[in-house]
């Protein structure tokens, strides 16, 4: 199954698009200013910039796809050795084209044919273009892993210093929770349990599918988000079910590895908060408000009202196309720390997609 939306996928390739393109074009900048072949070469500045274009635009293609590759195929818990050993084998494949392709750009683009193969490697400049173009790609790796462990796109936005002053937005959170935690346990013992832990929180990302947003991990409990739009309500309640319905395709897994198939509820709220960068030597960005606090106490009443799958009334008005999905009212409720009461609703699913 493939674990990366579309619009992820756009997003990696052209982040290593970008990323390669300026690659070349300050390698490219350096090698005219300042650095001069053995072989006497001298490219065009037209020649220069369709090389730049050309090679950028592939080895981002290459580099972009790849990434994605990986992020589908592992996805699931393996171990360290096995990631870094496949990511070297990948690496090495691709500095080998790298190799290939300089050859051929050596030979066809800028017509040079006296070099054989041998001596077009020997040249100093190419074993410093090859160390760089090494550089480069693991600095992509190093941003794509950031991007992974602070959210999509923040990565951009806290080098920007887009979030040092707390800035007034409105978000939709999704509080998920494992349901009976303690029994299972119990059961299984802490280790087992651990593992658990990791097998939900691996398939959860098929709700990468709807553009959601892990902010935290709390225990046994996970915080989503979505920024505030009619499409992301929806995607916020199309993830949940996606999240079980995966689970549920998992089940004899779930039932010879632990002897139980994991069920989450959730608690969903809308509405105003603040979104700042804190830590000084840990630094994540963090968002703050009653919406947040709201959206928890909606998840703990799931049991209560006997529902896996709650939303507040602020949240549900802004639905205006129910589609796939009924909703059931659940009353007015007095949730901890608010003083007004929040009317509640339970969601279920009338079809399925």
């Known amino acids: 199954m493939k674990m990366l939306s579309g619009k992820h996928r756009r997003i990696i390739i052209r982040d290593h698009l970008i990323g390669w393109t300026v690659a070349f074009a300050l390698f490219m900048l350096v090698r005219r200013v300042g650095t001069r072949e053995l072989s006497g070469l001298e490219a065009s500045f037209t020649t220069t910039v369709i090389t730049l274009f050309v090679f950028g635009t592939l080895f981002g293609l290459i580099s972009g796809f790849a990434t994605s590759f990986f992020s589908e195929q592992f996805y699931k818990r393996t171990s360290l050795k096995k990631f870094l050993t496949a990511r070297g084998l990948f690496t090495l494949v691709f500095v080998l084209a790298i190799f290939l392709l300089t050859f051929i750009a050596q030979q066809q683009v800028f017509e040079e044919r006296s070099l054989t193969l041998v001596e077009f490697f020997a040249q100093p400049v190419i074993g410093v273009m090859l160390l760089y173009l090494v550089i480069v790609d693991a600095a992509l790796s190093i941003f794509a892993q950031l991007s992974l462990m602070i959210g999509r796109g923040n990565v951009y936005k806290l080098i920007m210093g887009q979030f040092y002053e707390p800035k007034e937005g409105v978000r939709i959170f999704m509080f998920l929770d494992l349901k009976s935690s303690t029994t299972i346990a119990e059961k299984i013992g802490h280790l087992g349990y651990s593992k658990l832990i990791q097998d939900c929180f691996n398939d959860l990302a098929v709700m990468e599918m709807y ?29 949940y079910y996606a999240f079980m319905d995966l689970i549920k395709q998992r089940e004899d897994y779930y039932l010879d590895n632990y002897d139980c198939l994991p069920f989450f509820k959730a608690g969903v709220h809308e509405g105003k908060i603040t979104v700042s960068e804190v830590g000084k030597y840990k630094r994540e960005i963090a968002y703050h408000g009653d919406t947040i606090n709201t959206a928890s106490r909606v998840q703990g009443l799931c049991n209560e009202l006997e529902s896996p799958l709650l939303i507040s009334d602020e949240f549900k008005r802004g639905i205006s196309d129910e589609g796939s999905f009924s909703f059931i009212p659940k009353g007015s409720h007095h949730l901890k720390g608010k003083e007004n009461a929040v009317e509640l609703w339970s969601v279920k699913r009338t079809q399925e997609g």
């Open 211 to 239: 553009d959601s947003e892990v902010y935290q991990y709390v225990g046994d409990e996970v915080v989503l988000s979505w920024p505030s739009n009619e499409l992301n309500r929806l995607n916020c309640l199309k993830a």
